[in-house]
């Protein structure tokens, strides 16, 4: 962008997930890779921010395969005690098993495995526990993984495991209320970052899961607990230390821990579905229970026909919103204090009640898609590592690689390191991934310090603000995945220079897909644009970071930033002001959609102003447009906030809010325009796709 965009204004914050997103947003978009949301958001990263993973599970993911490269969402997703949120054996072999012998081989490795179960393997002796050792995925191929007869054991430290799409049957023992056989589908002793996905558990001679002695960090999703005694029990200690997310589980025909949480810090309960059917053998004793010293949030779930849906102990702490409660009876509990706000730890939706019980139904259990998500390549690889085990040791030597004309995709695997480079991946070059290999976004960086006014080293000029891209993305089907791209131009030090702006990732193509990535920056970090005024160009981002501080989001494109962390920084001499946008959209063309993302940062209040009309080269035809629904807006956010921009007036222009909060959201006025329900149903990301499914390579 121009050297008159230079000036800085004003600040925002955090992620977002309003109590009643729209359905249409998320049925629309059923992304391959699910969003289990995250990008749930994790701890505090070094720039301040909170940081997404892999978002929230939308209603879609009913329709989405199940793969086993994902990482998780709640708690399981937040980065403490030295773990980068939950990934399992990501970026370990990849085995399939058949038998106990290799099944237990590789789970107790103390290498990082993703294990495929590609069979019904029976447990010897019956009620066999396997110890499953740290960076595990655990995985169904299918509907074919079954665990007979037994279940699996995670001990003391035992951390980073996930398992999905697993059924886990069959050890009971011929006693309804056993005592003797303590014979779990999953128990868990003291470990930590775990990710239980998508499996069905039913009739064992104990729990069904059993999380035990201070475990934490630990996400249960979209599972089927059924016809079994005790379902789900969480204590076993004195201590409040534990964080829990529970959400879009069907506790079916259980008849007590539904669950039971004792002494848990933070449990956290959406979105799930509570029946006992009339009529059988089976009679629920209580629905979700507080205990101890429990603090409890219950949200938009279903109970259907349970005695005493939602207990609590005088002691606990229960807050309890937006549930239905159909033919229950007995105790329904809250109050006792103010509880916790979850998304202050991650992002996440939730679904209306109403709808659970169809979502939970047609979503949970195992996958029928996992095997060929999990196990079959997209495409060509090409390997990177800066220490010369890869095919290539920069980024671009790869790309270059590339055949022109390509029309299947190529992964291009980046091993964990700084890269120090310029990346481009010419028009010629379609479906290029470029992929991190490390456990996080941050193990693989691709970095560079041009600006508009750097000078070129032939001497030819200075680049330009989009020549001073990190990374340079023009072939349509461009994808980027776990990694950083960046620009660290110092402007401290170049206050002497004419075009401070300096881009980290400029797309100019059609059907880009940016997922779980960082983009850092000041002015300019992020150039989303199309390879002409007259040709489109979709982009769909989501659980990433983009950081900067003046028109850090800009260009024509029309762009999704979804369930993501848009992260406001202060200028290069610690003054706070600054723009998050600036579109220079085509008239009859979707602009910019920030939707259930947060928007902070380290920065004063009503500092930042949240966008503002670029009509590039004066184009008066241009028509910018950027909408921020269904967010999260930090006190950085001005109370009115949006400005003028070149002579150009932002009310000429397409500037709307729908159905923000926190401190920096505002009501509707002059000054900031909301948009109606009915306007707001044709604002959507489905909208902005216009018909493209973004899938992972």
């Given at each position: 962008?121009?050297?008159?965009?230079?000036?800085?204004?004003?600040?925002?914050?955090?992620?977002?997930?309003?109590?009643?997103?729209s359905?249409?947003?998320?049925?629309?978009?059923?992304?391959?890779?699910?969003?289990?949301?995250?990008?749930?958001?994790?701890?505090?990263?070094?720039?301040?921010?909170?940081?997404?993973r892999?978002?929230?599970?939308?209603?879609?993911?009913?329709?989405?395969?199940?793969?086993?490269?994902e990482?998780?969402?709640?708690?399981?997703?937040?980065?403490?005690?030295?773990?980068?949120?939950?990934?399992?054996?990501?970026?370990?072999?990849?085995?399939t098993?058949?038998?106990?012998?290799?099944?237990?081989?590789?789970?107790?490795?103390?290498?990082?495995?993703?294990?495929?179960?590609?069979?019904?393997?029976t447990?010897?002796?019956?009620?066999?526990?396997?110890?499953?050792?740290?960076?595990?995925?655990?995985?169904?191929s299918?509907?074919?993984?079954?665990?007979?007869?037994?279940?699996?054991?995670?001990?003391?430290?035992v951390?980073?495991?996930i398992?999905?799409?697993?059924?886990?049957?069959?050890?009971?023992?011929?006693?309804?209320?056993?005592?003797?056989?303590?014979?779990?589908?999953?128990?868990?002793?003291?470990?930590?970052?775990?990710?239980?996905?998508?499996?069905d558990?039913?009739?064992?001679?104990d729990?069904?899961?059993?999380?035990?002695?201070?475990?934490?960090?630990?996400t249960?999703?979209?599972?089927?607990?059924?016809?079994?005694?005790?379902?789900?029990?969480?204590?076993?200690?004195?201590?409040?230390?534990?964080?829990?997310?529970?959400?879009?589980?069907?506790?079916?025909?259980?008849?007590?821990?539904?669950?039971?949480?004792?002494?848990?810090?933070?449990?956290?309960?959406?979105?799930?579905?509570?029946?006992?059917?009339?009529g059988?053998?089976?009679?629920?004793?209580?629905?979700?229970?507080?205990?101890?010293?429990?603090?409890?949030?219950?949200?938009?779930s279903?109970?259907?026909g349970?005695?005493?849906p939602?207990?609590?102990?005088?002691?606990?702490?229960?807050?309890?919103?937006?549930?239905?409660?159909?033919?229950?009876s007995?105790?329904?509990?809250s109050?006792?204090?103010?509880?916790?706000?979850?998304?202050?730890?991650?992002?996440?939706?939730?679904?209306?009640a109403?709808?659970?019980p169809?979502?939970?139904?047609?979503?949970?259990g195992?996958r029928?898609?996992?095997?060929?998500a999990?196990?079959?390549?997209?495409?060509?690889?090409?390997?990177?590592?800066?220490?010369?085990?890869g095919?290539?040791?920069s980024?671009?030597?790869?790309?270059?690689?590339?055949?022109?004309?390509?029309?299947?995709?190529?992964?291009?695997?980046?091993?964990?390191?700084t890269?120090?480079?310029?990346?481009?991946?010419?028009?010629?070059k379609?479906?290029?991934?470029?992929?991190?290999?490390?456990?996080?976004?941050?193990?693989?960086?691709?970095?560079?310090?041009?600006?508009?006014?750097?000078?070129?080293?032939?001497?030819?000029?200075?680049?330009?603000?989009?020549?001073?891209?990190?990374v340079?993305?023009e072939?349509?089907?461009?994808?980027?995945?776990n990694?950083?791209?960046?620009?660290?131009f110092?402007?401290?030090?170049?206050?002497?220079?004419?075009?401070?702006?300096?881009?980290?990732?400029?797309t100019?193509?059609?059907?880009?897909?940016?997922?779980?990535i960082?983009?850092?920056?000041?002015?300019?970090?992020?150039?989303?644009?199309?390879?002409?005024?007259?040709?489109?160009?979709?982009?769909?981002?989501?659980?990433s970071y983009?950081?900067?501080n003046?028109?850090?989001?800009?260009?024509?494109?029309?762009?999704v930033?979804?369930?993501?962390?848009?992260?406001?920084?202060?200028?290069?001499?610690?003054?706070?002001?600054?723009?998050?946008?600036?579109?220079?959209?085509?008239?009859?063309r979707?602009?910019?959609?920030?939707?259930?993302?947060?928007?902070n940062?380290?920065?004063?209040a009503?500092?930042?102003?949240?966008?503002?009309?670029?009509?590039?080269?004066?184009?008066?035809?241009?028509?910018?447009?950027?909408?921020?629904?269904?967010?999260?807006?930090?006190?950085?956010?001005?109370?009115a906030?949006?400005?003028?921009?070149?002579g150009?007036?932002?009310?000429?222009?397409?500037?709307?809010?729908?159905?923000?909060?926190?401190?920096?959201?505002?009501?509707?006025?002059g000054?900031?325009?909301?948009?109606?329900?009915?306007?707001?149903?044709?604002?959507?990301?489905?909208?902005?796709?216009?018909?493209w499914?973004?899938?992972a390579?």
């Amino acid at each position: 962008m121009t050297a008159e965009r230079r000036t800085a204004q004003h600040t925002p914050h955090r992620p977002a997930g309003s109590s009643h997103r729209s359905r249409r947003t998320r049925l629309g978009v059923a992304i391959a890779v699910s969003t289990a949301l995250a990008a749930g958001f994790a701890a505090t990263a070094a720039n301040g921010a909170t940081e997404p993973r892999n978002g929230p599970y939308p209603a879609s993911s009913a329709a989405s395969p199940v793969r086993a490269d994902e990482a998780a969402d709640g708690f399981a997703s937040v980065d403490a005690l030295g773990q980068d949120g939950t990934y399992g054996g990501r970026g370990g072999e990849t085995v399939t098993v058949r038998t106990l012998a290799d099944l237990e081989k590789y789970a107790t490795a103390a290498e990082p495995y993703v294990i495929v179960v590609a069979a019904a393997i029976t447990m010897d002796p019956k009620g066999k526990e396997i110890k499953v050792a740290s960076d595990k995925t655990i995985i169904g191929s299918g509907t074919s993984g079954h665990i007979v007869g037994g279940g699996f054991f995670l001990g003391q430290g035992v951390h980073n495991v996930i398992i999905r799409n697993l059924t886990i049957r069959d050890s009971y023992a011929g006693t309804w209320n056993d005592k003797e056989h303590d014979w779990d589908a999953i128990q868990m002793d003291g470990a930590h970052h775990v990710w239980i996905d998508h499996n069905d558990l039913r009739n064992m001679a104990d729990g069904l899961i059993d999380s035990r002695k201070d475990t934490t960090y630990l996400t249960v999703s979209w599972n089927r607990l059924q016809h079994d005694n005790k379902a789900f029990g969480i204590g076993w200690t004195e201590n409040t230390t534990a964080d829990l997310t529970i959400h879009h589980n069907w506790f079916h025909e259980t008849e007590q821990r539904n669950p039971s949480t004792d002494n848990v810090a933070h449990a956290h309960l959406y979105n799930n579905f509570l029946q006992d059917d009339p009529g059988t053998d089976i009679t629920s004793s209580y629905g979700n229970y507080a205990r101890g010293h429990t603090n409890m949030v219950l949200e938009n779930s279903y109970f259907d026909g349970l005695n005493n849906p939602v207990t609590r102990d005088s002691t606990a702490t229960l807050v309890q919103r937006g549930s239905i409660f159909a033919r229950t009876s007995g105790r329904n509990e809250s109050g006792g204090g103010t509880s916790f706000d979850p998304h202050s730890y991650y992002a996440y939706t939730l679904d209306d009640a109403a709808d659970v019980p169809a979502l939970v139904k047609a979503g949970s259990g195992p996958r029928s898609s996992i095997a060929a998500a999990s196990t079959t390549a997209a495409a060509t690889t090409l390997t990177v590592a800066k220490d010369g085990s890869g095919q290539y040791s920069s980024v671009q030597a790869a790309v270059n690689a590339v055949p022109a004309g390509n029309t299947a995709r190529t992964v291009i695997a980046i091993a964990p390191g700084t890269y120090r480079e310029l990346v481009k991946i010419p028009s010629t070059k379609q479906n290029v991934t470029l992929q991190g290999t490390g456990p996080s976004r941050k193990s693989t960086v691709i970095v560079y310090d041009n600006a508009s006014g750097t000078q070129k080293p032939d001497g030819s000029g200075t680049y330009g603000t989009g020549g001073s891209a990190t990374v340079a993305a023009e072939g349509d089907g461009f994808q980027a995945r776990n990694l950083t791209i960046a620009n660290d131009f110092d402007e401290a030090a170049h206050q002497d220079m004419s075009g401070l702006q300096a881009v980290a990732l400029r797309t100019a193509a059609d059907k880009v897909f940016l997922d779980s990535i960082i983009t850092e920056g000041d002015q300019d970090t992020l150039l989303l644009d199309t390879a002409a005024k007259d040709r489109l160009g979709r982009v769909y981002m989501k659980n990433s970071y983009v950081v900067g501080n003046v028109d850090f989001i800009f260009g024509r494109a029309s762009a999704v930033i979804d369930a993501s962390v848009i992260t406001l920084k202060k200028r290069w001499n610690g003054s706070s002001a600054g723009y998050v946008t600036a579109p220079s959209t085509a008239a009859g063309r979707k602009g910019f959609l920030i939707n259930n993302s947060t928007v902070n940062g380290d920065v004063s209040a009503s500092t930042f102003y949240l966008g503002r009309p670029w009509h590039a080269g004066g184009d008066a035809t241009l028509d910018p447009m950027t909408t921020v629904r269904d967010s999260t807006l930090s006190a950085a956010i001005r109370p009115a906030p949006w400005t003028d921009m070149s002579g150009f007036s932002w009310k000429d222009d397409r500037f709307a809010e729908y159905r923000n909060d926190g401190p920096g959201a505002g009501t509707a006025s002059g000054d900031r325009p909301q948009l109606s329900d009915t306007g707001a149903a044709g604002q959507e990301v489905a909208d902005w796709l216009e018909g493209w499914t973004p899938s992972a390579s």
